[in-house]
Each structure stands twice: as C-alpha cells, then as structure tokens.
C-alpha cells in the first residue's frame, strides 16, 4: 500500500525513479543490514576475534531471504530498531555454533548507519550519473545555440538581449559546480559506522579501531575516524546538496515554463501524444516534467532544515532526532533523482522556436535596444546624459508607436549625435551580446573537466 506519491506504482513514475527506489527500497536496507553484517564477522575472523567457519557461514547465510517481514515488524513495534530481529534471523540462518558470533562488537546503529551509508553511495553514484547526463545536454546546446538571439528578461520584462546559448550555460554552471560539490562531499558521507555501546567500541578491547577500519575497507566506505552515533552531519550534508541542487533544477524548469507560455512561445518541453494534455481542454500541452521538477525540488528543500533540526542530539544516543531520517533521506535521494531525469529528458528533447525568439525581439519596437543606444552616445555626451535623452526618446516612441530608431531619427538632441548607420549598428539585437560567447566558453570548458 503506497501512501507517498513516490512510492506508487502510478504516481511514481512523476515523482521518482525505479533505479533510486530500488537503492532505498525496505528490502534492500534490510540485505544491506545484512552485508554489513557478513563483513563484520569476516574482518573479525581476520583478524582472529572470531573463527573464520562462522565468518563463512555467517556470510553464507546473510540473504534477505532468511527474514520473515511479519517477525520484523513484530520486532520493530517492540524494539523500535529492525536490528534485533536481524540479527536473530541471520544467526538462525549461521547455524548455532557460528550463530553465536553474529554482531561481535557491535551494536545496533553501528549496522544500521553503514547499512544507510552504502544506500547512500549507491544514491549519490546515481545522482552523479544523471547529473553528468543533464550537463552533456546542456553542453550541445550552449555551444550550438551560442549565436541564437533571444530577449534577455528582468522582472518579467525585455531588458537587453542574449543568446539562448548563454541562458543555457547559466543552467550549466551550477551543475558542474554541483558535480565538484559532490565529488567533495562523498568521502565524508560514505563512511563505516563503528562505535559500540557508546562509541569506545570496549567489546573488542584495544583493537576495537582495527576492525572498523577493515569494515571500511572491506565495504568500500571511509574509514579512520570516530564513531558519528550522534554526529550527522554527514547525512545532513548529502540531503543539503540535493536540495542545492534540486534548486538548480528548479531554475531550468522555471524558465522553461515562462519561456513556454502561449505569449512568448520560444521554448517547449519534448512532445509526444497526449504529453501534458487536458481533459476538456484538446489545444493544452501543459508542461508536466517542469513541474514535476518544482514540485520535487520544494519537498526536497522541506526536507533539509528538518534533517539540520535533527543534528541536535543528546549524548551518546540521541532520544528521538534520529527518528526523523528515515522519513527524510530516502525520500530526499528519490524525489531528486526524479528531478534529475525530469530536467535530463527536457534539455535532451528541448524545441526551440527560433523565429519567433526572434519576433519577440521586435516586438517592443527596439526599446530592448536603449541600452545599446545609451552607450553608443555615452562616449560623446556623458553616461547620464546619454541615459537621460535615450529615456526620453523611449517615452516617445512608446508614445507616438515608434520604434526606437525612428524615435532617435526625430529627435534632435541625439540626432545630432547618432548619424543612421550608428543607430541601425545600436539597434540591432545580434550586435549587443557582449562576453556571452566568452562566458559559453568559460562554462563548457568547467564542463569538460569533470570526470565522466
């Protein structure tokens, strides 16, 4: 029975992925439980804490298999862990002269932690895929779009103009950055959890370190350093980076969506039959996978302050923060996955209109060109000045229904400062695009450098 979206077999398909749902299914914790568990004994028969025939049986019999969901669940009611259950399961599973050496040392958070840190670097790996995906398609078509001009926006208005190359290389950059961000922070996420009781590992004696630095290793985590119990920084690190960039996402989608209105109609998401279509409504292509990306990006944000609100725990063993986790990371790593091929499939399938990019820019008869002006005349007259006669020729020509050039011919004040080929040059969209084509190529060549 599915209550979040995420994990319906029918909205799931809006708000996640099968790959992220799979890293953080319930069955999947609980074999991962049990791998953390099967290393354990190895490393501690290496080491000679325990035989190595229990290790081999131990690790032969930690199969999601041998768990029965309905003694689980008994468990968790009674406990308020699924550990004990676990570990009563397995030791069955080993056989009772191995059975016995099952969890040596450890306790309860000490296999959940890892267990969640493996889902989490097998999330993370994921994230990084699809990110790197989204950075390619928005790669071809920042370098191929370069020369595209489009009106530039602010406060929903013409402002000056642009390529649509550099708007693209503005959703790129963060997500190159993103990609370094991650890079950086998976080594102090993915690590072994190994403290004990209360994080001095004394079951083990001296050589308590010892053997969670060769779980570390033998899980592929990070190792040396000290039981985090109730340091989580970690995992509150990786659910900030989402909601970073799920932010980023959120951007590419929020213009896509404007740029996608019936009045301005330069960009739409991919379209196949029925796409984003109404039920009374048979013109509609409504642009779902945008909005299904805000949608992801707001309750991936939700998430972040309440997995910083849960930082604060009480001594060794928090009483109640930690409970919030597995409510949050699992659904963070989902719904941002979903973000991330949402965004994947509108940049690799984006239409552009070009000629109507281009109409838009004449719509407003030139005035998107007055900054242009002002500083074709600034040199002989002044910056203020200049700004002041190009304001006042902007008022006539919104007055009179000139363009912007005619405005400028039948004023006398920059007439006798602009002959017609200086203002033909000034009006033209194509000419006032400055660095846009430096600044493209400073965001592919951040792009290129990640590793693939």
Excluded at 311 to 327: F, I, K, L, N, Y
Excluded at 330 to 351: D, K, N, T, Y
Aim: hydrophobic letters at 45%; aromatic letters at 4%; a negative charge.
């Amino acid at each position: 029975m599915a209550i979040h979206p995420a994990d319906s077999p029918v909205f799931g398909t809006l708000y996640g992925t099968d790959a992220m749902r799979a890293v953080f299914d319930e069955r999947a914790l609980f074999q991962r439980m049990l791998d953390v568990e099967a290393a354990l004994a190895r490393c501690e028969a290496r080491l000679g804490i325990i035989p190595a025939e229990a290790a081999e049986a131990i690790s032969r019999a930690a199969r999601v298999e041998v768990l029965d969901e309905g003694e689980l669940a008994k468990s968790v009611r009674n406990v308020g862990y699924p550990v004990v259950a676990v570990v009563r399961a397995l030791s069955r599973a080993a056989g009772e002269d191995a059975g016995r050496y099952t969890h040596w040392g450890a306790t309860t958070q000490d296999i959940l932690d890892t267990a969640v840190a493996l889902q989490v670097k097998d999330g993370l790996a994921l994230v990084r895929a699809s990110s790197v995906a989204v950075i390619d398609a928005l790669t071809t078509l920042a370098d191929r779009h370069r020369g595209t001009v489009m009106v530039g926006r602010t406060h929903l208005q013409h402002a000056a103009p642009i390529s649509f190359g550099l708007k693209c290389a503005v959703w790129l950059a963060p997500l190159v950055a993103h990609v370094e961000r991650l890079d950086q922070l998976r080594p102090r996420v993915e690590r072994v959890q190994f403290g004990g009781a209360v994080g001095t590992l004394a079951s083990l004696g001296a050589r308590g370190a010892e053997v969670g630095d060769l779980l570390a290793a033998e899980l592929g985590l990070e190792g040396g350093g000290v039981p985090w119990h109730v340091a989580r920084d970690g995992f509150v690190e990786a659910v900030g980076f989402l909601g970073l960039l799920c932010g980023s996402l959120s951007k590419i989608a929020t213009d896509v969506i404007l740029l996608g209105q019936t009045e301005v109609a330069e960009v739409f998401e991919p379209y196949e039959e029925g796409r984003g279509g109404s039920s009374t409504m048979p013109q509609k292509r409504n642009p779902i996978a945008s909005e299904y990306v805000l949608a992801a990006a707001r309750t991936v944000q939700a998430m972040v302050p309440l997995m910083q609100n849960a930082m604060a725990q009480d001594h060794e063993r928090a009483t109640g923060p930690w409970q919030v986790e597995p409510a949050a990371v699992p659904q963070a790593f989902v719904l941002a996955h979903g973000a991330l091929e949402h965004a994947r499939g509108i940049v690799s399938g984006l239409r552009l209109d070009e000629a109507r990019m281009r109409r838009n820019a004449e719509a407003g008869g030139g005035l998107l060109m007055a900054e242009a002006v002002m500083m074709a005349l600034a040199p002989k007259v002044g910056r203020g000045e200049a700004h002041h006669l190009v304001e006042r020729a902007c008022a006539r020509a919104m007055a009179d229904g000139l363009d912007l050039a005619e405005a400028l011919r039948r004023t006398p004040e920059t007439r006798a400062h602009l002959d017609d080929a200086t203002i033909a040059q000034a009006t033209a969209p194509g000419h006032y695009l400055g660095s846009a084509s430096a600044f493209i190529d400073r965001v592919l060549s951040g792009a290129a450098g990640i590793s693939r």
